[in-house]
């Protein structure tokens, strides 16, 4: 089993930025990709950005170009979302998730997610 843990959710202002962190225990999984997905009130879970374990590869999206970077930390086994220049319509609960097969941009192709962490960006 896998276990996902977020953190950095909170509070910020409109242009503010926040990190958010992912730490992963459990059963070994160096060769998974790691994604950070988000929802919104009324909206379905949507996929942010993810980075694969081994090769570093990045997946993105175009609502956060530009604005959110991902990255890892191998001895920490953490997985951080950098998100800068926030926007109210980045008001979400974000959710880590370990990739497990299938479309690397689709929730179904996750079999592990954290609890979730809440981000509010206020106008």
């Known amino acids: 089993q896998v276990q996902l843990a977020e953190s950095g959710g909170g509070w910020v202002q409109a242009g503010g930025s926040l990190r958010l962190s992912c730490a992963k225990s459990g059963r070994t999984f160096n060769t998974y990709t790691m994604g950070w997905f988000r929802q919104a009130p009324g909206k379905e879970r949507e996929f942010v950005m993810a980075?694969?374990?081994?090769?570093?590869?990045?997946y993105d999206t175009n609502s956060v170009k530009g604005r959110f970077t991902i990255t890892k930390d191998n001895a920490k086994n953490t997985v951080y979302l950098q998100m800068n220049s926030l926007k109210p319509e980045d008001t979400a609960i974000y959710y880590c998730?370990?990739?497990?097969?299938?479309?690397?941009?689709?929730?179904?192709?996750?079999?592990?997610w954290g609890q979730g962490t809440q981000v509010t960006v206020s106008s």
């Open positions: 998730a370990a990739f497990t097969g299938g479309n690397v941009y689709d929730t179904k192709s996750y079999g592990f």
């Open positions: 980075i694969n374990w081994s090769s570093g590869v990045i």
